[in-house]
């Protein structure tokens, strides 16, 4: 099929936004199947022994090796999300869509990323609201990221920032499969000529956008993978990356935008050495935006605060909050062995396998009605479970935190305001 340049000149612009078709599928969610170049989870299940977890960009003839056996790729290519199949040594694997949360832990990383649990409270610190589609009085919302790093915060916020922008147009690139070499140019236009000025079109009228900036090139190039890996691409239009020190680009961006106005609604830091910019920041962010700073250690909160305090910086103290992860609890419906008929047929291991309704019994795996870390740490609570009185029905639960190894990160999150310059100037008329 040919095209042509999408210009709304052309005429052809709304032809192109609306009905040429889009011939890749973006991610398996919605019944559809796993495709080459999909990110899929493999989960791992084997008799008297943990589940274990590992993320796969899925290519043809590719192979996964892990200690639990040998998985072909071709195999998991044409799955649909909870499918199963058997790795090379028996082990039973569920294939998976990952989740923002599973895609953002388990990625390989340059930096320390912000884990989901605190990433999830920050964005819900900026409050974001997002205009409306056809409110074209409000100025669209413009979010600093700073720095980038491995990129899990940045999808954080291009989730929350989704739903502001217009669909992406349904153009075809040079990289889209099954176009042939002689559809790919039109009047001398090449696929790409025509995909990169249409997204340049479409980008003019987005609502929302994220600005993330990292001064080290391999971060930021890293984070850009990240976020474009993610369900091929699905907020990645949502986002520009930047490859700069964050209080130069603030400097450059206003000179590109001839003005001083203040041109962000809210600003994040996660990187050291915080309050070495907040000068710049505060001339750039709006009135009543939200800076959030995120930091391993509290006395680099209170460096800010200082900071903002003896520069009398426009800024005032929402709240300071310690970012602790939730705690996983393991919750098993079993039955106690002390009551277990030696017939009894005993059906979980785990609390995932709990809710595994659609796997048959004969699947499960089935030696032991307690988890092997049950056993192994032969656990108080468990024990005191299991020589609990028979009860009807027979099954009781258990209820314990789960012994968690996962790194989730922990640190400080502090949350100013921007004030009106008029308040600063009267704060420091009325202490003087
Ligand atoms: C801990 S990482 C950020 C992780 C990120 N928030 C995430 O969720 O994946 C800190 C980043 O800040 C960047 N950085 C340090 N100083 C900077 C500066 N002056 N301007 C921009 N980025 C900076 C570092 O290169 C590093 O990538």
Redesign the pocket.
Known sequence: MAFTLCTRQSGVYSFCRNVLPLNFRRHATGGNVFADGDTVLLKYFRRGQDDAEVLVKLRKGGEVHTGRGRTYHNELIGKSPRDHLKSSSGSRIRVMEPTLADY?RLTP??????YPWS?NTIVSALDIHLPEIGDSETPPLEIL??????????L?LARAIHGANPPRPRVPSSSTPERNMEDATYNGHSADDVFEHTMSEWKKNRRAVIHT????PN??KR?KE?VRGFRRGLYADNVEFHV??????ITREQERRESEEPFLSHVVL????AQ??LSTIARALRVDGVLAI?NPSITQIGDCEKRIRLEALPLTQDQVIELVSPRPWDLTCTVPRSIRPREYPSTQTSAVETETVDVPTEELCTEESVTPETENAGDRSAQSVMNAERVEPDSVMICRPKFYTGNTGGGFLGVWRRMHLRTVEEMTKTQG
Do not use: K, Y
Request: hydrophobic share 30%; with cysteine.
């Open positions: 953002c990383r340059l930096c320390t990323p912000i990433a990221e700073s720095g980038t790093g491995h990129g899990s915060l940045t954080h900036v990292d001064n080290r971060h930021a984070g990240i700069s020190d964050v209080s130069s680009w996660d990187m050291p050495s070495a910019h995120f």
